[in-house]
């Protein structure tokens, strides 16, 4: 499948309607990295910037084999295998993975964008956490100084443009990553991303894959269907506060994963060095639908949700509309993603080859039946204690 990308969109930041990603014409991500990866980074950055990054590389040579006018990518003092970057440490499975190296062993470092309320729970847990964006190159490459590793669990978030992060920034990193001489790159990727070109954010995650493939770094590609987490706040919650629980008629089967697994599948891999190269795809062990999923937590609950269905006719209609406005484009982009998972698609895939690959043991994966009824437990359990304490204290009074 070829990546419907706008031609110019050659340097990160260079692309001014991002709704060019729908055109006719053909980007070739080939073109994006020139034959020397820190001119096509330094060319992206300010003036202060490119001598900051050429500045950093040198640094993290031998002094004599390096000069901050040429860039000399002889091997300098090696970096330790067990030292990682992981970029997009705060989200959902980004913590898994950072909790996950951190127990291994690995000396953690974690890229954050600036923030008001700053991540102290990486640091409380052992971990280094710098601050850099995605989508401003020149804060990139001193993250990535004495870094053998970078894990790439990054996203947009929901208010900002699909392309900024998820293409411009991955453009940006991926280049600083191979002009500084990182060994290996993970990358996480969406499950069938190749076959859905209507649809910016899976249409992105598969140029950036072949993106990474042409860098010429040791990377593994992971796609992934879908996370056992997204359900606590979607349906398990929800019914517990006896609160609307938002469905569709579509019957979209997901194979939905652990991030705990998948941290540590991630890890066995990355040790692996037969997976250099790999495109893998892990999913959990069955495929379910939404009123599955629904069902299964109504009677852990032991309560009824209150459901509604949405048509996927009034997604498809919703889209169309929001195309008409420059200001909704991006609500578009992302209908478009809840369109292809409301449809009749299976997001799974048989996993015995991978398990063999990976010397796991199948048993070993969380089944969806057991992450939801520790959680339950868990929840109702608290809710019963606290019942109980508020009981006493009227006593009391």
């Given at each position: ?7 110019q969109?050659?340097i990160?930041g260079?692309?001014?309607?991002h709704r060019?990603?729908?055109t006719?014409?053909t980007f070739s991500w080939?073109r ?5 990866p820190l001119?096509s980074l ?6 202060a ?18 000069t901050v006018?040429?860039v000399?990518?002889?091997?300098g003092t ?5 030292s990682i970057?992981?970029v ?6 980004g ?6 190296a951190?127990?291994?062993g690995?000396?953690v ?9 700053p991540a102290?729970f990486l640091r409380?847990w052992?971990?280094?956490?710098v601050?850099a964006d995605?989508?401003k190159p020149?804060?990139?490459p001193?993250?990535l ?6 894990i790439?669990c990054?996203?947009?978030r929901p ?11 991955k453009?940006?990193?991926i280049q600083c990553?191979?002009?500084m001489?990182?060994?290996?790159y993970v ?10 070109p209507e649809?910016?954010l899976?249409?992105?995650k598969?140029?950036t894959e072949?993106?990474l ?5 040791n990377?593994i590609v992971?796609r992934l269907?879908g996370?056992?987490?997204g359900?606590i ?10 609160k609307s629980?938002?469905g ?12 705990q697994d998948i ?8 040790r692996n060095?037969k997976?250099n190269g790999?495109l ?6 069955r495929a379910w ?7 299964l937590?109504?009677?852990l609950a032991g309560?009824?949700a209150?459901v509604?269905t949405?048509?996927v006719?009034?997604?498809r209609?919703t889209?169309q ?5 420059q200001?909704?484009?991006?609500v578009?982009?992302r209908l478009?993603?809840?369109e ?29 039946e057991k992450?939801?009824?520790d959680?339950f437990?868990n929840?109702l359990k608290k809710l019963?204690?606290l019942?109980?304490?508020s009981k006493?204290t009227?006593i009391?009074?």
């Open positions: 499948m070829a990546c419907k990308v706008a031609t969109l050659v990160p260079k692309l001014h309607n060019q990603f729908t006719s014409s080939r994006t990295l020139s034959p020397d001119l330094s060319t992206s950055l300010p003036a910037g490119r001598c900051r990054a050429r500045q950093l590389v040198s640094c993290s040579m031998s002094g004599e084999a390096a006018g040429a000399n990518l002889a091997p090696p970096v330790r295998p067990t970057l992981v997009g440490a705060t989200g959902t499975l913590r898994q993975v950072v909790r996950r951190l127990d291994e690995y000396d470092r974690c890229l954050v964008r600036p923030r008001p309320a102290d409380d052992g971990a280094i956490v601050n995605l989508s020149e804060t990139i001193a993250t100084v004495g870094i053998h590793t970078v790439d990054a996203t947009g208010e900002e443009p699909i392309k900024t992060v998820d293409w411009e920034g453009v940006a990193l990553a191979k002009a001489g990182i060994q290996k990358f996480y990727s969406i499950h069938n991303c190749d076959k859905h649809v910016p899976m249409e992105i598969y140029c072949k993106f493939q042409d860098s010429g770094l990377h992971i269907c996370f056992m987490q359900l706040g979607q349906y398990a919650v929800p019914i517990l506060e006896e629980v938002w569709t008629d579509a019957p979209t089967r997901i194979a939905y994963m652990d991030t941290a540590r599948l991630t890890f066995i891999a990355l060095e997976m790999k893998l795809t892990f999913a959990g062990p639908t939404t009123q599955e999923v629904i069902t937590c109504e009677r309560q009824d209150n509604t949405v048509p006719s009034v997604l209609f889209r509309l929001t195309r008409l406005f200001w909704t484009n991006d578009a982009d478009a993603f809840s292809v998972l409301t449809s009749d698609i299976v997001f799974s895939v048989p996993m015995n080859e991978t398990y063999s690959l990976l010397g796991v043991d199948q048993k070993d994966v969380v089944t969806l992450y939801l009824q959680y437990t929840i019963k204690d019942k109980a304490q006493q009227d009391i009074l």
